[in-house]
Every structure is written in C-alpha cells, then in structure tokens.
C-alpha cells in the first residue's frame, strides 16, 4: 500500500542532543513537508521541499534542520538550538503543480525532550 | 498573508444530534479549501475538499461541507453524529503564496467530543 511512515512513534532525548525523525513516502510525491503540532495551536510548517536538492523554510523553521537527498525521505533534525523542541510533529506529502494537490499526512512522531 | 478561522475551540454534542463545526477563511484570491480529521495520536485524513463546481461538497462518512465565497466560510456539517465521529477537525485553506506556489494554511482545530 502506498502512504508516508514516520519513525518512531515516540521519541525521548535528553536537553542538548540534536535529534532525526525519518518521513518516507511511496506515493512518489514530488513536495514534502514538516509541520509541528501543540495542543491548541493547529500546525505549524516547519520546511518543506518541491523537489529532491531543493528546501524552503516555513514558518518556524529556527532550530531545525532538513535535507532531502532522495525524493521518497525528507529526515528532520531537531537541533539543540530549538528552545522548546516537545511536540507532536507530522510529515506530508503532495503532488507538485500548486493548486489542486491536497497533502497527505503520516503518522507522527511523538518528540519528548527532558 | 491567508489566514484561516475555526470558531470554535470546543464542541460537545450528543449522539445522533446535528453538527456544525465552522470554519472562516480569509483571501482575495481564488482559494481551495479542505477539511482534515485527526484521531488521538495519528495523523490527519483528508475528510473532503472543494477546489470548484459545486459548492457542496460531501464526504464518504456523512459529513458535508458548503463553501460560501461571500462569507468566506466553508463549514462542517453532519445531521446525525456517531461516538466515533469523536476527534480533532481541522478547516484548512490553499492559497496562492507567490512564485508559483500555493500554500496550505491550517485553522487551529475543533474538537468534537459526541456524548452518549
């Protein structure tokens, strides 16, 4: 079946380590996306990227890092630099050619940082 | 910049009573619009979404939704809700961001809670 995986599903780090999540996608999207969830906050991009080699930094973009080195992974760093890094954070993908791709959403990765 | 609003932070309701979740968005251009649902500790599914044509959209599970471009709202309906329908429901809108892209903004989230 094609979809987007995310792994693990709850991660724990101690203060100060720099930490990856893993986002593959079979669905050979050419766009894919990093969000981060907070209670009562809805999502907030992080990155995103539209081609393999290619990045763009969202709106919460301090503290993390991204590369995307094939078209089916897009990894996020979550750097010692990120002040408040405990979320929920969520991986998309999408068609590219803009308007009528809707995103497709893994499962999550649940970071708890102490 | 877009931006997109769920009225309500909170809904409780009872089982097989009515619904609505609403959601405002605002943009002078042409917008695409979504909703997602989100169970505890999962991703989101796509619910529905109107990109044109008709402006009532329908989902497989009984909800619908009607986009009205002159109030800017697209909100969520259901005429009978079930326990399972309990979860976090996000309004989400496309948008044209410049450059040739669109960018996808997302509401803050309504949870229905459907007592029993």
């Known amino acids: 079946d094609g979809g987007i995986t995310q792994s693990p599903k709850y991660l724990f780090r101690k203060e100060g380590q720099n930490v990856t999540l893993s986002c593959e996608q079979n669905l050979n999207h050419d766009a894919m996306y990093w969000y981060r969830q907070d209670p009562g906050q809805g999502l907030r991009l992080i990155y995103y990227s539209q081609i393999v080699n290619d990045f763009q930094k969202g709106d919460i973009a301090e503290g993390y890092s991204v590369s995307r080195e094939k078209k089916e992974s897009f990894p996020l760093t979550v750097t010692s630099a990120q002040k408040n890094p405990t979320a929920f954070y969520l991986c998309?993908?999408?068609?590219?050619?803009?308007?009528?791709?809707?995103?497709?959403f893994g499962p999550g990765t649940r970071l708890t940082v102490t | 910049a877009q931006s997109v609003t769920q009225l309500d932070s909170q809904v409780p309701v009872f089982e097989e009573a009515p619904v609505e979740l609403r959601c405002n968005y605002s943009s002078s251009v042409s917008v695409y619009l979504f909703w997602y649902v989100q169970y505890p500790n999962q991703g989101l599914q796509l619910l529905l979404k109107y990109l044109s044509g008709s402006t009532l959209v329908e989902s497989i599970n009984g909800f619908e939704a009607e986009f009205n471009k002159s109030q800017t709202s697209f909100h969520l309906r259901k005429p009978s809700v079930h326990i399972s329908d309990t979860a976090e429901y996000f309004c989400a809108a496309k948008g044209y961001s410049g450059a040739g892209s669109y960018q996808l903004t997302f509401g803050k989230g309504t949870k229905l809670s459907v007592i029993p």
């Open positions: 998309a993908s999408s068609g590219s050619g803009g308007r009528f791709y809707e995103q497709y």
